[in-house]
Structures are given as C-alpha cells and as structure tokens.
C-alpha cells in the first residue's frame, strides 16, 4: 500500500500562481506513472497532467502553456506548477499512481484549490 499526501493547495486570485506537492510513502517505481487529476463538484474526475513510465508528459488542453508537471523520481514525488490560475481551474486536486498498463492505483486524499476572479 502507498500512501500520498498532497500539499500547496488554497486560495489564489485569476493569475495568480500555485504549486502542488505529492509526496509517495514509500519508494515509487519509475516504471510506474505519477499524475495529477482534478474534480469540480457534479463533474467527474478529470487528468490534468502526467509522466509516465518513459517520463513521457501529458498535459491537458485546458491547462497547456500555464501548468507544468515534474517528478522527482528520488523523491517519489510528482509536482504541479500552476500559473495564470483561471476561475475554472477551482477543484479539488488529487494525487494518482498507476502501475504499468494500470496494475494498480493509488490515489491521495485531494487538496482544494480555489481561483477567485
């Protein structure tokens, strides 16, 4: 079993910057891919960014150009640098770990973040 923890998230006005932190509890492969998803209440849980296996990344369309994901693969944690925040980036920001071609999942408890215009 892993463990994520979130961190960095909260309240940010439109172009404002933020960065999100997960760390793992333990040792993540680099095999493994290490993301970041959001969720805004009554819609479902969407990708935002991620690395994969081949550290190859996956941003979204609707936050191309203003977030930037990285991973520390010492650390085993994964980061999410958000710039120019938009109203609509408000959501609760989970932390995913996905074995290779999905073996497992491991998902952390959310943190919130708010964009006021």
């Known amino acids: 079993q892993v463990h994520l923890t979130e961190s960095g998230g909260g309240s940010v006005q439109a172009g404002g910057s933020l960065r999100l932190t997960c760390t793992a509890s333990?040792?993540?492969?680099?095999?493994?891919?290490m993301a970041w998803h959001r969720q805004v209440p009554g819609n479902q849980r969407e990708l935002v960014a991620s690395?994969?296996?081949?550290?190859?990344?996956t941003v979204a369309t609707s936050v191309k150009g203003r977030f930037t994901v990285s991973r520390d693969y010492a650390q085993s944690t994964v980061s999410l640098d958000m710039h120019n925040l938009r109203s609509e980036d408000t959501g609760v920001y989970y932390c995913h770990v996905a074995g290779p071609q999905g073996s497992f999942h491991y998902w952390g408890q959310g943190t919130q973040v708010t964009v006021s215009s």
């Open positions: 333990r040792k993540i492969s680099s095999r493994n891919t």
């Open positions: 690395i994969d296996g081949d550290g190859i990344m």
